[in-house]
Nanobody, 119 residues
Framework: AQLVESGGGLVQPGASLRLSCAAP????????IGWFRQAPGREREGVSC???????YYTDSVKGRFTISRDNAKNTVYLQMNSLKSEDTAVYYC??????????????WGQGTQVTVSS
């Protein structure tokens, strides 16, 4: 079943946003939940991932600014994004898979949520 993202929007540089990725059932049924993003004209890239055993992964460009977390009761994974930069502008997707595995092995992709950082 498909995951559902929400929380995107238009913000100024330096602002914060929190994205949500809701699962149709227990979020713990997935080995991991990853956040990906795709900017216009660029390939999709992995941003962050949270494994079922609470290991977290971040791409270098977001380390120290983004935090991934999970609320088991709400079956939701969050991506807290602080100190946003214009280069963070992209459509953000969440998907289920092994955090250390290739992107091609992720499934249950959501429809995406647009994040635009602009003054």
């Amino acid at each position: 079943a498909q995951l559902v993202e929400s929380g995107g929007g238009l913000v100024q540089p330096g602002a914060s946003l929190r994205l949500s990725c809701a699962a149709p059932g227990s979020i713990l049924a997935y080995r991991g939940i990853g956040w990906f993003r795709q900017a216009p004209g660029r390939e999709r890239e992995g941003v962050s991932c949270l494994s079922s055993d609470d290991q977290t992964y971040y791409t270098d460009s977001v380390k120290g600014r983004f935090t991934i977390s999970r609320d088991n009761a709400k079956n939701t994974v969050y991506l807290q994004m602080n100190s946003l930069k214009s280069e963070d502008t992209a459509v953000y997707y969440c998907a289920a898979g092994m955090c250390h595995g290739p992107e091609a092995d992720f499934g249950s992709w959501g429809q995406g949520t647009q994040v635009t950082v602009s003054s």
